[in-house]
């Protein structure tokens, strides 16, 4: 049963505009939420984070917003660049309980020049 | 400074062979994880060490697959009587404190069983 779920396999947009990753979850537990990125062979990056105490969390191009009562987030890039081009990870812990994080299957986000 | 390192990054081995894979964690890291990522999924957790001792080995999907970190840095994750589904890229991080704290991953060991 996937608890972090990412819908989107793959996004496909052009160089300037704005990428938006969504990602679900359904263990309410969860009150910690990031976003990592992954180019090939390489590790995943951490990219972004946020509590659940907010619903917003900006860095530079990089913002991610999170809903709580629909169990929503995303990750929004503004302006889109071809370098970021890679797989997105939403993942989720429940940060009071000690438990490890929990992936979603990824996004493949690739920016157009 | 020298980020979470993995050997080797590639491995290929017979099915019913003994496999080691290394993570060398960030100085300074009393963390330590291990996650396992197939084709078109996430990273998937296996085992977690806080210090020497595994603080959550909940992961591990049989008993063929075991891991150690004695001296709290270096760790070694042991697959016995490989099996071909052991196929994966196996995955090591590492975070300054305990399971809350960001996780900085290695480029990952690519294992496949034939």
């Known amino acids: 049963d996937q608890q972090v779920k990412q819908n989107s396999p793959s996004l496909s947009v052009q160089e300037g505009r704005i990428s938006i990753l969504n990602c679900d979850y359904t263990n309410s537990m969860f009150d910690y939420f990031l976003w990592y990125k992954k180019y090939p062979a390489e590790g995943p990056t951490f990219l972004i984070s946020i509590s659940s105490i907010k619903d917003k969390n900006e860095d530079g191009r990089f913002t991610v917003f999170l809903n709580k009562s629909a169990k929503h987030l995303s990750l929004h890039i503004v302006p889109s660049q071809p370098g970021d081009s890679a797989v997105y990870f939403c993942a989720a812990i429940r940060n009071s309980g000690n438990t490890p994080l929990v992936f979603g299957k990824g996004t493949r986000l690739s920016v157009i020049a | 400074g020298a980020g979470v390192s993995q050997t080797p990054s590639n491995k290929v081995t017979e099915k019913g062979k003994y496999v080691e894979l290394r993570c060398d964690p960030i100085s300074g890291h009393t963390a330590l994880y291990w996650y396992r990522q197939s084709l078109g999924q996430g990273p998937e957790f296996l085992i977690y060490?806080?210090?020497?001792?595994?603080?959550?080995d909940s992961g591990l999907p049989n008993d063929r697959f075991f891991a150690v970190r004695p001296e709290g840095s270096v760790s070694t994750l042991k697959i016995q009587r490989t099996e071909r589904g052991d196929s994966a890229v196996y995955l090591c991080?590492?975070?300054?404190?305990?399971?809350?704290?960001?996780?900085?991953f290695g480029p990952g060991t690519r294992l496949l069983v034939l």
């Open positions: 991080a590492s975070s300054l404190t305990g399971i809350s704290g960001t996780q900085y």
């Open positions: 060490f806080q210090g020497t001792g595994a603080a959550d």
